[in-house]
């Protein structure tokens, strides 16, 4: 008989979750127009709004076979969706994205056998591009997977399309059944069958290296078919004229799930004409993992709405150009990708819940050992400081590091005297000032304490960017302000491991051995 399915992305009963899937629907059938692999006897065809799926079979169920045939793949034992990458990704990307469905959508063995003949897991040795070392990693080998054949919603039961169908996790993650299975017109059911090729997934890894991995499942807001159908292609493909971060394996390695979202929205962004209109309005970050109460399986633990728009976003593309995942062996000789840092995770949840882009880096500096371990990261913090947009926050900073390099010249001209160690007293001195920040209980102790600072780096003189009267204002309008003691001290503690005698603007340099 004939049929024709017509989804609409302005349909009022549309969730953020049917919005993805008609973003990866509309997808999939442009990867079946770059590849000429329509299914024989369908017409497809989306727009910036819709998408319309016709067929005169006289069997829906063959039909609609053919239709996820031509939509959910596999290639060498991974899972491949032609809608992310018509034209092929790297194995190292889709290695990543394998293991994130395989622990999100398709958590159960029942819902991802292995192929015949194979039993445990694979190994798959992929190139460091960082250190051209090679990174042996296990996964999970997919002979077939529940998509390809609409498992467990009762779609395929008879030759005539029901009128409901069931949901199931494999449709939508954490998707719990409670007495009555979850069901809706077969119509949705088949457009959320969509849903894992319009998401992406990242691995959401714990610091600790024996810590179990978790996932992070980020939903697209989509507003515009064409123009995300051509970007999530893009961003798995990549060129050498769209830099996007989430092109690799140690690309999708994150801290935590708001920087997840940010990644993948500054990518997406990055492949959208200047004078595009935008293909996403923001996306959902869902975090998945073992919790407390449920043993059994991987469930949602925190779901968090992200924005486009953030006003400091370049200080964390700074933070992510230049601290980039690590990766280590285990004893049984795999390896184990993690964050190097949690700069990028602090500052991309501070972002997404609109806290100062700086809030708790105190947190990651009020251990002695911590702030050792920070002072490797020097590169990436003077690229976080150099891209900060708010007038009083850089001003700060500026006066902050032109006190301490008064305070190193001082320390270097003493140290000139036989016998003496600069590098020595440089430590002990940077040492001091973290504990005297870290000391100041309120405002009033701590602007005290900064205006010391300023006076005994240059004997009692004004510093040469506080000689003029607006900026003077400005610095002393902020340091007494008591609604900003935490994002003066930790832009103090910022301050302190950011500077940088290469940035200095200052006519005296000095240059400290010890970063």
């Known amino acids: 008989m004939a049929q024709e399915l017509t989804y609409r992305l302005d349909d009022p009963r549309y969730t953020i979750y049917h919005r993805a899937a008609l973003g990866g629907l509309a997808a999939t059938i442009r990867a079946w127009e770059l590849r000429r692999t329509t299914p024989q006897g369908v017409r497809a065809a989306f727009e910036s709004d819709r998408v319309t799926l016709q067929w005169d079979d006289s069997s829906d169920r063959d039909a609609l076979l053919r239709i996820l045939s031509a939509s959910f793949q596999t290639r060498n034992d991974l899972i491949d969706l032609p809608a992310q990458a018509p034209g092929g990704m790297g194995d190292d990307l889709r290695l990543a994205l394998h293991n994130g469905y395989c622990g999100t959508y398709l958590q159960h063995n029942k819902m991802r056998p292995a192929p015949p003949g194979v039993k445990g897991a694979k190994t798959l040795t992929l190139r460091n591009p960082d250190t051209d070392a090679e990174e042996i990693f296990t996964y999970r080998p997919v002979g077939s997977y529940a998509h390809q054949k609409a498992q467990g919603t009762g779609l395929l039961d008879s030759d005539v399309l029901p009128a409901t169908a069931t949901i199931s ?87 935590g799930a708001e920087e997840a979202a940010l990644k993948f929205l500054i990518d997406i962004q990055a492949t959208t004409a200047v004078n595009d209109s935008p293909a996403v309005r923001g996306c959902l970050a869902i975090s998945m993992g073992k919790v407390a109460w449920d043993g059994n399986q991987i469930n949602r633990s925190a779901i968090v709405p992200v924005g486009r728009d953030h006003p400091e976003l370049d200080v964390f593309k700074a933070a992510v150009q230049a601290i980039r995942a690590k990766t280590t062996r285990l004893k049984n000789g795999d390896s184990y990708a993690f964050p190097a840092s949690p700069l990028p995770e602090l500052i991309a949840a ?70 003496v160690d600069a590098g020595r007293r440089l430590e002990v001195r940077r040492e001091r000032i973290r504990n005297e920040i870290l000391r100041a209980k309120n405002q009033s102790q701590l602007a005290g304490w900064f205006l010391d600072f300023c006076a005994r780096a240059t004997d009692g003189q004004s510093l040469p960017k506080l000689r003029d009267p607006a900026r003077a204002r400005r610095i002393r309008t902020f340091i007494f302000d008591e609604r900003s003691f935490d994002r003066f001290q930790n832009l103090c503690l910022f301050a302190l491991l950011s500077y940088s005698s290469d940035t200095d603007s200052g006519t005296d340099k000095v240059t400290d051995q010890g970063e």
């Not at 891209?387 to 190193?408: P, S």
Request: hydrophobic share 50%; net charge positive.
């Open 169 to 255: 996790q494999a449709l939508v993650p954490g998707a719990l059944t409670g007495a009555e299975a979850l069901e809706v017109p077969a119509k949705d059911a088949i457009l959320l069958l969509f849903l894992i090729a319009g998401s992406t997934v990242f691995l959401l890894r714990p610091r600790a290296k024996n810590a179990k991995a978790q996932y992070c499942l980020i939903v697209p807001d989509v507003v515009d078919l064409r123009r995300f159908a051509r970007s999530i292609e893009m961003m798995a493909a990549g060129s050498s004229s769209v830099k996007t971060f989430s092109r690799t394996y140690l690309g999708r390695v994150v801290g």
């Open 350 to 419: 501070n972002l997404a819940h609109d806290h100062h882009w700086a809030a708790h880096f105190r947190e990651l500096v009020a251990d002695k050992k911590d702030f050792q371990l920070m002072r490797f990261q020097h590169g990436g913090l003077v690229a976080m400081k150099n891209t900060i947009h708010d007038e009083t926050d850089q001003l700060f900073i500026d006066v902050f590091h032109e006190a301490w390099r008064f305070t190193m010249r001082g320390i270097f001209d003493d140290a000139k005297a036989p016998g």
